[in-house]
């Protein structure tokens, strides 16, 4: 009895499987045909990728160094020139980096420009006395920055008479040195203030117009450059004359000690 079930299950599952036989192997033949053209269509489909290394991060740049300032682009023309006007004086303000480099006394090219439009200006004040007032600011010895302000004033004077703005008999010069600031060359904590040292550095040229011609310029002159006592300028040996007396041979003789170089001491440089 159990022979002849287990032969009727095998016959049972030997039809089954001739009939759906070719059923299961259309479909895998599809399956394989699809397969096929995806590969095809897409051949790197299966490839297994590389992937690339990993890439370090790169250093941290350092920052540079801070450029320091560049210089403050001066005003040139009329925009440079500053003018104030009291009862006796009428004052023409010139910052020095409109004139001149930083810490020299020769003009620049561009400072023709300004002392063009200058000229007229002084000339409209009238014929009067001219003073030329030379300042620095506080960088350096005291003893330089007046040397510096001298020549300053002295080259804008020469450059005056060669263009007969002026007559040489009326102009002077004087220097400040860093004696007569218009602004803190420092700030309230001890640091440098640059635009107020700009500031400081200037030529100031200033016409008397209460004046003649022949009578000198009203300005201040510096401790240093103050006429000397009578004691000073007597020779060694001889008598100092007393408040009040005059000498006319003391007189004579310094009147007779004019030099043909003292004279051209303005007109030489250029």
Not at 38 to 47: E, V
Request: glycine share 6%; proline share 9%; net charge neutral.
């Amino acid at each position: 009895m159990k022979i002849k079930f287990l032969a009727s299950l095998i016959t049972c599952s030997l039809a089954h499987s001739v009939v759906f036989a070719p059923v299961f192997a259309q479909d895998t033949s599809k399956i394989n045909r699809w397969f096929e053209d995806i590969n095809k269509k897409y051949p790197n489909l299966q490839k297994k990728q590389n992937v690339g290394n990993i890439q370090d991060p790169g250093k941290i740049g350092t920052p540079g160094k801070i450029q320091p300032a560049g210089n403050i682009n001066a005003p040139q023309g009329l925009q440079a020139i500053k003018t104030k006007t009291d009862p006796c004086t009428q004052r023409f303000l010139i910052g020095a980096d409109t004139l001149f480099e930083f810490d020299k006394a020769t003009l620049t090219p561009r400072a023709e420009e300004t002392l063009s439009v200058l000229g007229p200006m002084i000339e409209n004040a009238g014929p009067h006395p001219v003073v030329i007032e030379g300042h620095t600011d506080s960088v350096g010895t005291d003893e330089y920055n007046q040397e510096l302000s001298e020549r300053r004033a002295e080259r804008v004077r020469n450059w005056l008479l060669e263009h007969r703005v002026v007559e040489k008999r009326a102009v002077s010069t004087v220097g400040f040195g860093e004696k007569k600031p218009v602004a803190p060359n420092t700030k309230p904590d001890g640091k440098d203030n640059p635009p107020g040292r700009a500031l400081n550095r200037r030529v100031e040229i200033v016409v008397n117009t209460c004046a003649k011609l022949d009578e000198p310029a009203v300005t201040d002159i510096p401790p240093a450059t103050k006429t000397p006592a009578a004691a000073d300028r007597a020779p060694a040996g001889e008598p100092v004359p007393a408040a009040g007396e005059s000498s006319s041979e003391t007189e004579a003789t310094a009147a007779s000690e004019t030099t043909p170089a003292k004279e051209a001491a303005g007109e030489t440089e250029k």
